[in-house]
């Protein structure tokens, strides 16, 4: 296959950031509303239930009339991609998620499993010309009118892939040096939050924040990029990593985490304990999430793989800031 011309096959307009991420239009639907489904943690052929959650996003998709997918990174187990002519992104992505509803844009950050294959083949532009939905970027942002979201490289930040990978190999390439490039990171998400005038703020990145499941809280974000999510009142974080569907509802900050990560291989029978008051959902299983907004108000909902609502939680805000 030719090398993709990256300018009017695509449906989104990359236009120039006040950052230094590179910034999307995303267009709602006429009314201004949006609505998109939220899957992570899937990419294994068709296995461990990857299919079937597959086939009910198509039917959830389908009804909410969606504008767009997310991915929450792990794209491409175990390993990511060997190149931009690995078969496993057939096999896992477009052989998978067929329904006529999925095919619509894919927004996709980057998950630790991602990070031991060939980065660039994922971020790689050429793999549009194999399926025109995928757009999968370090860090980037898409505006969407009524919601910004900012998607975080959130990998690099770990340090126990860099202190002890034990057998694994992870493509840094780009991320050196680490310090530096964090530091811009956090800087580029600082300044995009604040620059922000969107009625919700959404970030996404691969790790958790605040879990109650295998991998718990990630404590370099937590130290690291939660204040910056704190000091501008970002509205939700979404992330996957730990294989479960879940939702806390932080008292401190108001923030709500959302995992979704039970794209496929998932009932690993861990939950920690957590406060009852924060703790909405926890579902140690597949499925995926759903979210329909408006200028005042955000539906969320997570299914399970059968396609029954495990969660439903709502919240409002006014039209027009008080004077």
Request: charged share 20%; aromatic share 12%.
């Amino acid at each position: 296959m030719g090398l993709l011309v990256f300018i009017d096959t695509i449906a989104l307009c990359l236009v120039v950031s006040s950052a230094l991420l590179q910034r999307f239009e995303e267009a709602p639907k006429p009314d201004g509303s949006l609505s998109f489904l939220v899957i992570g943690d899937w990419g294994r052929k068709g296995a461990y239930n990857q299919s079937q959650v597959a086939f009910q996003m198509g039917v959830i998709g389908k009804q909410l009339n969606i504008d767009f997918v997310i991915s929450t990174g792990d794209n491409f187990y175990d390993n990511g991609l060997t190149g931009i002519d690995d078969p496993a992104f057939d096999d896992s992505f477009t052989k998978i998620y067929t329904s006529s509803s999925l095919h619509k844009q894919w927004y996709s950050v980057l998950g630790n499993h991602d990070y031991r294959g060939d980065v660039e083949a994922q971020l790689s532009p050429v793999l549009r010309n194999y399926d025109k939905r995928w757009l999968c970027l370090r860090s980037f942002i898409v505006n969407a009118e009524v919601a910004e979201f900012f998607f975080v490289d959130t990998t690099p930040f770990v340090d126990k892939y860099f202190t002890e990978p034990g057998d694994h190999v992870y493509d840094w390439r780009g991320i050196h040096p680490r310090k530096k490039y964090i530091s811009n990171l956090l800087k580029d998400v600082d300044l995009a939050l604040r620059e922000s005038n969107a009625k919700w703020k959404i970030v996404v990145g691969h790790h958790t924040i605040r879990s109650a499941g295998q991998h718990g809280n990630t404590a370099e974000l937590v130290n690291q990029l939660l204040p910056i999510l704190q000091a501008n009142n970002i509205d939700m974080f979404i992330n996957g990593h730990d294989h479960c569907l879940q939702h806390i509802s932080s008292i401190e900050s108001g923030i709500q985490f959302f995992t979704s990560g039970g794209g496929s291989k998932a009932w690993r029978g861990v939950v920690n304990k957590w406060k009852e008051e924060e703790m909405k959902l926890y579902y140690d299983g597949q499925g995926f999430m759903s979210v329909q907004l408006t200028q005042t108000e955000i539906d969320i909902v997570f299914y399970d793989v059968f396609g029954h609502v495990l969660h439903k939680w709502n919240t409002s805000k006014q039209l027009h800031r008080p004077s």
